[in-house]
């Protein structure tokens, strides 16, 4: 790192080959004085060498007040709260409930297999929604997220889920591992 000698203490760069200039005892306070009301800890002292064109925009009072104005009215960002975007596209009548991952059809004739099971009442919805209140975690929040979603309407809907899934959120465990996102099943050779 470089002796703070060699940078403008006002960039933070190095002096270089452009314009400088040393700062006097009233230049010093004038430049200290403005940062305190910037609001910044910039400290300098009498001998200190600047860039001109940093001094010069340092202390203008136009700078001053368009720094103020975009220092305390910067836009706040809106957070993140689910990530269901990057898990993809939820469709209760092809993803399971709980986990979102796609239900695939075990035939050409559009049956299920015995893997998976349709929402058909409102009490199965009603326990889900009284064990995500127990539950309390990320998993719980995604799957209550979507049968509010369908107004609390899931056999409407013809909500699919994975049993599998299903008993594995009642038990308060994690989702299946086959089910995770990115799990690859290794296939072994006979």
Request: with cysteine; net charge positive; proline share 2%.
């Amino acid at each position: 790192m470089r002796e703070s000698r060699d940078n403008c203490s006002l960039c933070e760069n190095v002096l270089g080959d452009e314009e400088r200039v040393v700062t006097g005892e009233k230049g010093a306070e004038g430049v200290n004085r403005t940062s305190f009301g910037r609001g910044d800890r910039i400290v300098v002292c009498s001998e200190t060498v600047v860039h001109k064109k940093c001094r010069m925009n340092y202390i203008n009072k136009k700078q001053i007040d368009l720094y103020k104005k975009a220092k305390f009215n910067k836009p706040s960002l809106p957070v993140k709260r689910s990530a269901r975007a990057s898990i993809g596209p939820y469709d209760s009548r092809t993803h399971c409930l709980f986990c979102g991952n796609e239900i695939v059809k075990a035939s050409s004739s559009g049956v299920y297999s015995e893997e998976y099971s349709c929402v058909k009442t409102d009490t199965f919805v009603e326990t889900v929604l009284s064990h995500c209140k127990q539950r309390n975690d990320d998993w719980a929040f995604t799957a209550q997220g979507r049968i509010e979603y369908f107004g609390k309407d899931l056999h409407v809907a013809d909500s699919l889920y994975h049993r599998s899934c299903d008993i594995h959120f009642r038990t308060n465990r994690g989702i299946p591992m086959q089910y995770q996102v990115g799990f690859t099943e290794k296939i072994r050779d006979a």
